[in-house]
């Protein structure tokens, strides 16, 4: 065909009840083999190709399902695993998940967010030395997995320079991206492959460019689609950008000989103009993005059509797609039993599926029924408003976000805690037992009363502080037994929320959340975590940490509402947040948590919108926790992201003791923050809990030995790189002991 026409970007991968998940743990778990694996996958990718071309795409994507990650699918596809993993002499797919997951004599590959989503990606580790091979064949498998379903496909690749701009160098002052010219080969190489196999187009992601590009990055960019668009024997070319505007990036793959581009024209409405003034897209089918790929929210089909007509004449040929991939969404808002009218104005992947077919037709000209979307945008906008939150919104004073200097809380702590140096903590949650979780289950079905289900918790709670009395950490925790989600256990008990059944969403690997959907006005009816605090605090004379999830975190986590501002929506979970802190001080907490971990991921791409968003974000965690008294200890975490960039934050917080990830990363993040002038707690994370691997003791002294170079031991914090939840007790118990004997031993050594 001509032309790609209607189609998505991308679509879910984990199954509609998390089959791929249950798959993945059983194969992990050694119960079922290889081929019960594969054959899940198998049925997967066949049930979305049959969806989607059922639902009327003109275009079905390919080779957007992993196993575990599609940057660790193209770094395996090209012959980029670290030798570490490859000379294992396992099996080529698990030595694909030892470099996610890691083994016991190799950590994993970094893991970080996918640009500003809470998506993980694995991160490429690359050299002067590295070589590519193509040694793989899996686009060509799912192209030929489709046509026997007699489904045409169009494979979607990780595109080469966002591949290498996503890449760690393994040297220092090297840059991935030096690498274009051995990499470039291997793409042309598959791409000849595909187009033997009767492939006409390929998609290739190049999401990087919605961020800032220096001249080498853009460099880059115009060489990479000059090479492979001048490649004989190729399939036609979609380069697809996202998350925000291409910027300079535009220009380029507007004067490139690629045939298609696809635009995001939902996260920056502004780059439509960009788009449409773009005269070098002339001889190219432009794909507009209108229908958000990351929220959950109905298109408004008048605003949306606005936009792609504004394309009329720019291009060749103008198409409706999404904004980027749907991977970020949940597969059906038909499968949830919400409120009728919050149902009403939700779109999940299939509706959105149905949303690009429906806009395509209409920008055709094609006489179709849009009332019930109009209804649902009108209705949307008259969503009540709640005057007292408001109103305390309103009252706010720039005192309420300013606690007594760090230096003197650090003394009244001190002298309050009396904790040795390098205090040992856990971030907050235990592994949870499957007995656990059948109470939650039973509790929340009604076969188990309040009763029995406090009393079940309270064994929990009573096992977990045993525990780690045993153990002999400093600073104790309750484990969370009684939270599903560090996000939605909170969305629950708020008004303004609305959490799901049904609606999960891949995170990395097999991990799934649900996030709820933030669409009204927040504020909290009741204290939500405090007889649990209460509860443990009264089994211990240890101080037992008070665990809440922080603002920021909680909206990049949840589907917000687009209708204000995010800062405002910020402030009003701060005050929530406030009152429950408020509300765990009185109740005798002397340390309380409130973690941040999504701090990083909500910055925006471009650094021109930097400083608005760290004067919110670190407004909204000062509000939610500078109500208290010089005494309590405020902690708070991050994990799994490139830091650098949030410093400025980080430090604002203000936070007594900030818990940070380092474990993958060797204590890397400790540079930044001393040349930042970081000056209070800080607990470099020395336990990736994101791998069954358990750390021996002199693995754990040694990264302390680096942490304490960078940090004075009385401000050091010795804890894993994050909660416990996903792990077993097997390997908890003796990386805690680990981490418990290590803290001593350094300890000592420090005198």
């Not at 399902?65 to 396992?90: C, M």
């Not at 694995?122 to 002067?128: D, I, N, T």
């Not at 169009?154 to 991206?177: C, D, E």
């Not at 792990?727 to 420090?750: D, K, S």
Request: aromatic share 6%.
């Amino acid at each position: 065909m001509n032309t790609i026409g209607t189609t998505i970007l991308g679509y879910p991968r984990i199954g509609p009840d998390r089959e791929l998940k249950r798959a993945l743990e059983r194969y992990w778990a050694g119960t079922t083999g290889e081929a019960e694996l594969l054959a899940v996958g198998k049925t997967l990718r066949a049930r979305a190709w049959q969806r989607l071309r059922d639902a009327g795409l003109e275009s079905v994507p390919a080779n957007t399902f992993s196993h575990y990650d599609q940057v660790l699918d193209t770094a395996e596809l090209f012959g980029a695993l670290p030798e570490r993993f490859t000379r294992l002499g396992l099996s080529p797919l698990d030595t694909y998940f030892a470099a996610a997951r890691g083994v016991q004599d190799e950590p994993a590959l970094e893991m970080t967010k996918w640009f500003d989503t809470n998506y993980h990606y694995l991160v490429p580790e690359l050299g002067p030395g590295s070589r590519f091979t193509l040694s793989g064949t899996k686009p060509l498998d799912e192209v030929r997995e489709a046509r026997e379903l007699g489904i045409e496909t169009r494979p979607v690749l990780v595109g080469p320079v966002t591949f290498l701009l996503l890449a760690k160098a393994t040297q220092p002052g090297f840059r991935p991206l030096e690498l274009l010219d051995e990499l470039l080969p291997d793409y042309a190489a598959l791409l000849s492959s595909l187009k033997a196999e009767g492939v006409e187009w390929v998609q290739l992601d190049e999401p990087a460019f919605a961020g800032d590009r220096t001249t080498k990055g853009l460099n880059a960019l115009t060489r990479a689609y000059h090479v492979l668009a001048k490649a004989q024997d190729r399939p036609k070319l979609l380069v697809a950008g996202y998350f925000g505007g291409l910027g300079r990036g535009l220009g380029v793959l507007a004067r490139s000989p690629i045939e298609a581009l696809a635009v995001d024209l939902v996260t920056d409405e502004s780059f439509v103009d960009a788009v449409a003034a773009e005269g070098a897209l002339r001889d190219k089918e432009v794909l507009a993005g209108i229908v958000d790929g990351r929220n959950v929210w109905r298109t408004d089909p008048d605003r949306a059509l606005e936009r792609a007509a504004r394309l009329a004449g720019t291009a060749r040929h103008v198409s409706i797609t999404t904004s980027c991939s749907l991977l970020h969404v949940p597969y059906d808002v038909e499968a949830e039993n919400l409120d009728p009218r919050l149902k009403s104005w939700l779109a999940f992947a299939d509706q959105k599926v149905a949303e690009v077919v429906l806009l395509g037709r209409a920008l055709r000209g094609e006489q179709v029924d849009l009332s019930a979307a109009r209804a649902a945008a009108a209705d949307r906008a008259t969503n009540p408003l709640d005057a007292a939150v408001r109103e305390r919104l309103a009252a706010l004073k720039p005192g309420d976000a300013v606690r007594e200097p760090y230096e003197r809380r650090a003394a009244v702590q001190q002298e309050s805690l009396g904790l040795p140096p390098l205090p040992t903590t856990t971030i907050g949650s235990f592994p949870q037992t499957t007995d656990v979780r059948k109470a939650r289950a039973a509790y929340r079905a009604g076969t188990l009363e309040e009763a029995g289900y406090v009393a079940e918790m309270h064994a929990e709670i009573d096992r977990v502080v045993g525990l780690q009395e045993e153990l002999g950490l400093d600073v104790l925790v309750h484990g969370e037994p009684e939270r599903n989600d560090m996000v939605q256990y909170f969305a629950e008990q708020l008004a303004g929320f609305a959490p799901t059944e049904h609606g999960w969403v891949q995170s990395y690997g097999s991990r799934c959340v649900r996030p709820p959907i933030l669409h009204g006005d927040v504020s909290r009816p009741r204290p939500m975590t405090v007889p649990w605090a209460r509860y443990a605090q009264s089994r211990t004379a240890k101080p037992i940490k008070g665990m809440l999830t922080g603002p920021v975190t909680i909206l990049a986590w949840s589907f917000v509402r687009d209708d204000q501002p995010l800062a405002d929506t910020a402030l009003q979970v701060a005050f929530a947040i406030r009152d429950e802190v408020a509300d765990l001080e009185a109740a005798g907490v002397r340390v309380i948590q409130v973690d941040e971990p999504a701090l990083r991921e909500l910055l925006p791409l471009r650094a021109a919108g930097h400083t608005a968003y760290f004067d919110w974000a670190v407004r909204a965690f000062r509000v939610a926790t500078a109500g208290v008294a010089e005494g309590t200890q405020i902690h708070t975490h991050m994990c799994y992201s490139e830091f650098g960039e949030v410093l400025p934050a980080i430090d604002g917080l203000d936070a007594d003791v900030t818990s940070i990830e380092a474990a993958r990363s060797k204590m890397e993040v400790l540079a930044d923050l001393s040349a930042g002038g970081f000056a209070r707690g800080v607990g470099p994370g020395v336990y990736d809990i994101h791998s069954p691997r358990v750390p021996g003791v002199e693995e754990v002294v040694d990264l302390l030995r680096t942490a304490a170079s960078a940090v004075p031991a009385q401000r050091l914090w010795v804890n894993p790189d994050c909660g416990l939840k996903t792990r077993r007790y097997a390997e908890v118990e003796p990386a805690l002991r680990h981490l418990v004997a290590a803290a001593r031993q350094v300890r000592a050594e420090l005198g």
